[in-house]
């Protein structure tokens, strides 16, 4: 925790007294926390000047969690969505890349809330999944945290691992830009795990991605997985559009090849730069130095500001390019793309999320098997 920065944490009292809390605790015990019981002040309020830009990311705050924690992904209208699930164990992030989404997301809900009643609610996400046995649930708690970087401290790992791991009609995916990967690793579970890790540039990797390890170590924690027997994936979201992109962007595919098996991997997806327009201050007053938001940017369909089609198109033409080169059988696909762009630049569509959902289904089965 000291490595992101964390200093402090707070107890809900409505988390007083769970077995989850005390474990938590148990294991704060050997690091330099220290007990606050004033909340992390919101952005933009008197006593918020100073957590404004910090974002409470210093800050665990435990507590129950109210809502489903099983949720579709919200994904965008009028774009081809994967039809993908969010488990939903916490919400912030310690890492702190320039363009990160959640700055925006949360900018009322500081801090890194941890949901310390996810033992009990994982029983009933369990009961949706076993109540539809021929659908296969692809569920990833990577959205709005990031899925290691506190497993540390939560040990969330150890306790879903084993419960989506013995499912049919599952996968559960961690998604990750740390090396905190002790607790897959100390699983005895390895089906239907997916550990994934989201790459960039190695120049976005270092300039732009704050506190997430450097691309050859998420890369070292990665082959360490993959020797260990976990199935891989890899996120080339966001991509970014600068002057040296191309060779950039060639680095990591070789980077790749030089420790990842591709016979291992799931899927990759691709996602070019994208993002809410009240996200763009919060860049600029957070991350002054930061380049991401050069370029021009258009609103899409879903308002949701973005490349112009053809830069979109030319990206993912040349990321398609090279990584097939390395392997043809990447599972590669687009995230919130409209079909006209999956044509231009993967050179075949899905069609539409039904389409996309069953393209990624069949990946899973011909990784894990089918449903029996
Ligand atoms: S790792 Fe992901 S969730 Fe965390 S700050 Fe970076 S973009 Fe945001």
Not at 72 to 99: A, E
Not at 129 to 146: L, Q
Not at 174 to 190: E, N, V
Request: glycine fraction near 10%.
């Amino acid at each position: 925790m000291a490595e992101y920065g964390v200093r402090k944490f707070l107890i809900d009292k409505r988390a007083r007294g769970s077995p989850e809390t005390q474990e938590i605790l148990d294991r704060l015990g050997g690091t330099a926390l220290e007990e606050t019981a004033k909340r992390a002040a919101a952005p933009g309020s008197r006593e918020g000047n100073v957590s404004r830009t910090a974002m409470g990311k210093d800050f665990l705050h435990l507590l129950p969690y109210r809502g489903a924690f099983l949720k579709p992904c919200p994904g965008t209208r009028r774009y081809i969505c994967c039809g993908y699930q969010i488990l939903n164990i916490g919400t912030g992030c310690p890492l702190d890349c320039s363009y990160c989404i959640l700055q925006a997301y949360f900018k009322d809900q500081p801090g890194l809330r941890v949901f310390v009643n996810l033992k009990e609610g994982i029983e009933g996400v369990m009961n949706v999944i076993d109540s539809a046995p021929r659908r296969i649930f692809r569920v990833g708690t990577g959205e709005f945290t990031d899925s290691l970087a506190l497993d540390p401290v939560t040990r969330w790992s150890d306790l879903i691992i084993p419960k989506f791991s013995t499912r049919k009609n599952s996968v559960l995916e961690l998604k990750t830009k740390t090396t905190q990967i002790d607790g897959p690793l100390r699983s005895r579970y390895r089906e239907r795990i997916i550990i994934s890790w989201s790459l960039n540039s190695p120049s976005i990797a270092s300039g732009e991605e704050r506190k997430a390890a450097g691309l050859r170590k998420r890369l070292e924690a990665a082959a360490r997985c993959q020797s260990e027997g976990f199935v891989l994936g890899f996120h080339f979201d966001p991509l970014f559009h600068y002057p040296g992109w191309r060779e950039d962007y060639l680095r990591s595919v070789e980077m790749l090849d030089r420790y990842i098996d591709p016979a291992g991997i799931i899927w990759i997806s691709l996602g070019a730069f994208r993002f809410m327009p009240e996200l763009k201050p919060i860049i600029r007053k957070r991350h002054p130095a930061s380049r991401v938001l050069d370029g021009e940017f258009v609103p899409g369909l879903d308002g949701k500001l973005r490349y112009f089609k053809p830069i979109r198109i030319e990206l993912y033409g040349y990321m398609n390019e090279i990584l097939e080169k390395w392997s043809q059988d990447l599972g590669l696909y687009l995230c919130m793309e409209s079909d006209e762009v999956w044509r231009k630049g993967m050179g075949w569509s899905p069609g539409d999320n039904a389409g996309l959902g069953r393209y990624l289904d069949q990946r899973v089965i011909k990784v894990f098997g089918g449903i029996p």
